[in-house]
T-cell receptor, first 108, second 118 residues
Framework: GQNIDQPTEMTATEGAIVQINCTYQ??????LFWYQQHAGEAPTFLSY????GLEEKGRFSSFLSRSKGYSYLLLKELQMKDSASYLC?????????FGQGTELSVKP | DTAVSQTPKYLVTQMGNDKSIKCEQN?????MYWYKQDSKKFLKIMFS???????INETVPNRFSPKSPDKAHLNLHINSLELGDSAVYFC?????????????????FGPGTRLTVL
């Protein structure tokens, strides 16, 4: 079966660092994506991992461990505009399977 | 210069009606997708097309019929709308389809169409 788990909600303070975890069990694996979705808007691409390790992109980093079926998204120097839903998605064959998303609230 | 565009943005209609949602991408991508996002925010793939050919059909009721007149357009027609069809429908596109682990498989989403069936 296919299962992708993320925490439903997280809260963090402006300027802090937050880590959003994602665990997955899928029958196939061809890469893991993180998307950001603000309320009422389209998901926008943040990062992509296909090999184990850390990918860094400015204030955002994403980590993958294929043997553990685990990824995390790390957001540094949090800003109020980072308040959004963060979606973990595993590519299996030609399709993306999404988790339910983690709603991140950044407080002043 | 919208990369992936959808019309309409909002659609309110009565149960039993037939409606269409249009999608266009100007990224020169070969593959397009339709996703449904329900009230619990789960994004689930419905269809994908590669160069106008249907590649993925995720056991969607046959009331839903995608049509791709060319590789830049993928429209979604829905017959006999039901209350449970109320959701946000997102179109997306990517350069490639086959999951070869390439970053060119990254999918880019349109702004979404919020469908409300009364």
């Amino acid at each position: 079966g296919q299962n992708i788990d993320q925490p439903t909600e997280m809260t963090a303070t402006e300027g802090a660092i937050v880590q959003i975890n994602c665990t997955y069990q899928t029958s196939g694996f061809n890469g893991l994506f993180w998307y950001q979705q603000h309320a009422g808007e389209a998901p926008t691409f943040l990062s992509y991992n296909v090999l184990d390790g850390l990918e860094e992109k400015g204030r955002f980093s994403s980590f993958l461990s294929r043997s553990k079926g685990y990824s995390y998204l790390l957001l540094k120097e949090l800003q109020m505009k980072d308040s959004a839903s963060y979606l973990c998605a595993v590519r299996e064959g030609g399709k993306l399977i999404f988790g339910q998303g983690t709603e991140l609230s950044v407080k002043p | 210069d919208t990369a992936v565009s959808q019309t309409p943005k909002y659609l309110v209609t009565q149960m039993g009606n037939d409606k269409s949602i249009k999608c266009e991408q100007n990224l020169g991508h070969d593959t397009m997708y339709w996703y449904k996002q329900d009230s619990k925010k789960f994004l689930k793939i419905m269809f994908s097309y590669n160069n106008k050919e249907l590649i993925i059909n995720e056991t969607v009721p046959n009331r839903f019929s995608p049509k791709s007149p060319d590789k830049a357009h993928l429209n979604l027609h829905i017959n006999s709308l039901e209350l449970g069809d109320s959701a946000v429908y997102f179109c997306a596109s990517s350069q490639d389809l086959v999951g070869g682990g390439k970053s060119t498989d990254t999918q880019y989403f349109g702004p979404g169409t919020r469908l409300t069936v009364l």
